[in-house]
């Protein structure tokens, strides 16, 4: 089956690029920028990745991304990332960063708008992983923060396909960000939100209605409403789950738990992702090997989860009709 998942390809919806921040990489761009980290070696960095809940995760999370300063270095984190996905059959990703991280150290938009979108650029020519990108707000912060990055964003508008909402999300509802998904939703952008990992299935239930979102990140928390299921499979909403993360931050005690394998017998859309790859201890091989390993999945429902990113994500028809014939040819030849 190992093998069958390498093979397998695969469409990524929810990966944030500062989360593919690899501790080697961190270590040589912080050295050549002249900035220490707190901790004095890569095991001793790679240690600290021991989270009980979200919030432990993202004050490291948060720490790293100091190191981040020119141009190059945006460029380099995200080309590496690009490398690790064209290693697990990765067509197409449509991935998330955090312009606030970067703003409020005094880091210009620009600088990390560029650097990410020349290593995606060359990552389509040179590996053929073709990519999006998702302008994502950081939710612990003021809505008003929130309206300065997406006007700050205006110039670069043909960048970005979406916004997205991420970061603590217990007591940081949707509610509190509607009018900058108005504002988005009135240029076009598609959107997303993360919804349902630590908070309550009301906050789902709110990003759908006040956010309008049209793909879900995480979702887990929909388990505990029959009728929020229901509208999920009826409306066709896409949900990017993340098994290894889910794991790691304790949003289940055991991929056992996991409830992926319910979603998809229910007919949801659900997504296979990495949300962080390295920090949570795997890209998407892993992810699809861990749940297949504790829930039984079948090579059918392996098609499934990866036929539903195909539908689900913004590349072009044509795109959305070769990664298609690709996964029919899989599930025949292999
Ligand atoms: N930022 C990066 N990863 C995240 C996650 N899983 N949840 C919320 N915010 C995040
Ligand atoms: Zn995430």
Redesign the pocket.
């Known amino acids: 089956m190992k093998k069958r998942i390498e093979s397998l390809p695969k469409i990524e919806l929810h990966l944030?690029i500062e989360?593919t921040f690899e501790p080697e990489l961190m270590f040589e761009i912080g050295k050549r920028n002249n900035i220490a980290l707190p901790y004095s070696s890569i095991e001793e960095l790679r240690k600290a990745y021991d989270f009980n809940n979200?919030q432990d995760f993202?004050d490291i999370?948060y720490a790293g991304c100091n190191v981040l300063q020119k141009e190059k270095d945006f460029y380099d984190l995200t080309y590496a990332y690009f490398e690790k996905a064209k290693e697990n059959n990765v067509l197409h990703a449509e991935i998330f960063f955090d312009p606030q991280s970067h703003t409020d150290r005094g880091i210009a938009f620009e600088i990390v708008v560029n650097g990410i979108t020349k290593a995606m650029d060359d990552a389509e020519r040179n590996l053929g992983v073709s990519s999006k990108l998702i302008l994502s707000f950081l939710r612990h912060l003021r809505e008003a923060a929130a309206i300065d990055i997406l006007k700050m964003a205006e110039p670069f508008r043909d960048k970005f396909i979406a916004i997205g909402l991420?970061?603590s999300?217990l007591g940081n509802p949707p509610d509190k960000f509607r009018k900058v998904y108005e504002m988005a939703a009135a240029q076009n952008y598609k959107r997303v939100a993360?919804a349902g990992?630590e908070g309550p299935a009301e906050y789902i239930w709110d990003s759908l209605s006040m956010l309008k979102i049209n793909r879900l990140d995480h979702g887990n928390r929909a388990m505990e409403d029959p009728r929020l299921l229901a509208e999920l499979m009826h409306r066709k909403i896409g949900l990017t789950l993340?098994p290894l993360?889910n794991l790691k931050l304790k949003v289940v005690n055991d991929m056992k738990l996991h409830p992926i394998k319910k979603m998809l017998d229910f007919g949801i859309k659900v997504t296979v992702n990495s949300?962080?790859p390295a920090y949570f201890g795997g890209y998407m091989n892993d992810n699809f090997i861990a749940i297949t390993e504790a829930l039984d999945i079948s090579v059918d429902d392996l098609y499934k989860l990866s036929r539903n990113a195909m539908e689900v994500c913004w590349a072009t028809a044509e795109q959305k009709k070769i990664f298609k014939t690709k996964l029919d040819n899989w599930l025949l030849i292999d």
């Open positions: 944030h989360g979200l993202l999370y991420d970061s999300e993360h990992e993340c993360s949300d962080d």
